[in-house]
């Protein structure tokens, strides 16, 4: 593949009218210019609900991450899936990220359209068409590609398919305990793996370790796992499987999601297994946090980590979603305009933030008792108390958990300063 009109041909240099959460604008319209319309979301210039994206808690979180593997001499593949936004995977790369992490051959073509040039896929690729995906990219020769296996049979497949293509493909060994979701488990399963990559040994290329540690809930339990993966690690080093990956690149060590990356992180840049070694870590939601599931994590991480502790700052939540006071039909409830198509709801539902009314000043703290009790399609219930001064037309702002099942919701995000000025637009690719 020649990718040297990418960006003209796939950075969908315009943004789509028939999109929502914008402001008004008849035909499409190019990026660039977004910021010079100079829609602003407190003077009701953008329609609602919408998503929107605060620059500079964007820019703090990235630079919070980075320092953070850079203190422990680690790499970071920043997971893709979450935002499978194109835009924010360039600011990762620029800001020092070793690569792009995705879940799958679609998102992988994504990214690559996109300028991505090193994917860790952690997932396992199976089917014809996702494998025809990866070998039509790897026809690049500058494309760094690696996938995860855990059985004879997925082997078997990639490597009959790669022969066919008179190609090779860069494999991560993936680990993984019982009870938990993929990976192979006992030292039996291991060794039939390892004995049907060497059956295939000139299209299939062992290049590392893989392991996910967000099935297990506690940390002990999680160390002893991470301690396993350096043990394998340091065992196939010296067994001589890595040979051929390590004769031109470092071994790759990988893992971390966002609820556990210090841990990972703290076994992981201990490691040392004869030969140069790459350890990759792969949180995801970071970039945007969240006010839920992932800070209660990242206090845990504060507590317990000392180079947390010592950057004497932490993650912000950088997404939010507004929406408008539609209806107060009767005492203690009003009904918001937003709902299961605007919102992530599986990991808690969306948090009442700020209040603003139109022509006021300034956006204010809600109530502590404003809360949201449900939600259906287009509509969220939120409970309020006799006398609040609240009316049809308000603008409420929401903090969301779980910021990877929001980003799918919406195809453009409006990025916004502190004046609540829309400065630019990033499109998502689901």
């Given at each position: 593949m020649n990718d040297t009109n990418y960006q003209d041909t796939y950075q969908h240099p315009v943004i789509d009218p028939l999109h929502k959460g914008l402001g008004a604008y008849q035909a499409p319209l190019a990026?660039?210019?977004?910021?010079?319309?100079?829609?602003?979301?407190?003077?009701e210039e953008v329609s609602l609900p919408t998503a929107v994206l605060y620059e500079?808690?964007?820019?703090?979180?990235?630079?919070?991450m980075q320092q953070f593997?850079?203190?422990?001499?680690?790499?970071?593949?920043?997971?893709?899936?979450?935002?499978?936004?194109p835009k924010l995977f360039a600011r990762q790369l620029a800001g020092g990220a070793w690569g792009i992490t995705l879940a799958t051959a679609h998102q992988t073509r994504v990214a690559y359209q996109h300028g991505v040039r090193r994917i860790i896929m952690a997932n396992q690729l199976v089917g014809k068409q996702n494998m025809t995906v990866i070998a039509d990219l790897l026809k690049d020769p500058s494309f760094a590609f690696y996938c995860l296996v855990d059985s004879v049979e997925g082997v078997d497949l990639l490597g009959a398919f790669f022969k066919a293509h008179q190609q090779k493909i860069s494999v991560l060994l993936e680990l993984g305990p019982v009870g938990g979701r993929t990976g192979v488990r006992t030292a039996e399963q291991q060794s039939a793996v390892l004995e049907a990559i060497a059956r295939w040994k000139d299209h299939v290329v062992l290049a590392g370790i893989e392991i996910y540690e967000g099935v297990l809930k506690e940390e002990a339990e999680i160390r002893q796992f991470l301690q396993r993966a350096v043990n394998c690690a340091k065992e196939l080093a010296q067994a001589g499987k890595f040979a051929e990956?390590?004769?031109?690149?470092?071994?790759?060590?990988?893992?971390?999601?966002?609820?556990?990356?210090?841990v990972v992180a703290d076994e992981f840049s201990k490691a040392d297994i004869g030969l140069p070694l790459d350890v990759v870590l792969r949180p995801g939601c970071y970039l945007t946090h969240d006010v839920g599931v992932y800070r209660a994590s990242q206090e845990q991480i504060?507590?317990?980590?000392?180079?947390?502790?010592?950057?004497?700052s932490t993650l912000q939540p950088a997404l939010q979603l507004w929406a408008y006071v539609q209806s107060i039909p009767e005492s203690g409830k009003a009904?918001?305009?937003?709902?299961?198509?605007?919102?992530?709801?599986?990991?808690?539902?969306?948090?009442?933030?700020?209040?603003?009314?139109p022509g006021n000043s300034a956006p204010s703290a809600t109530p502590s008792h404003w809360a949201v009790t449900g939600m259906m399609d287009q509509h969220a219930y939120m409970t309020v108390a006799d006398g609040d001064d609240i009316k049809v037309g308000d603008m409420i702002a929401f903090d969301i958990s779980h910021p990877c099942l929001t980003f799918d919701k919406w195809r453009q995000i409006s990025v916004i300063n502190p004046q609540y000025d829309v400065i630019d637009v990033v499109q998502t690719f689901f």
């Open positions: 990026a660039s210019e977004v910021k010079s319309l100079q829609w602003n979301l407190l003077r500079e808690r964007i820019q703090h979180n990235l630079e919070w593997v850079t203190e422990y001499g680690v790499k970071l593949a920043p997971h893709g899936k979450t935002t499978m936004a990956h390590a004769a031109q690149l470092p071994v790759i060590l990988t893992g971390a999601g966002t609820a556990w990356y210090d504060q507590t317990r980590n000392p180079i947390a502790r010592k950057m004497r009904i918001i305009a937003l709902g299961k198509r605007d919102a992530a709801f599986d990991a808690g539902l969306p948090l009442p933030a700020l209040h603003y009314r």
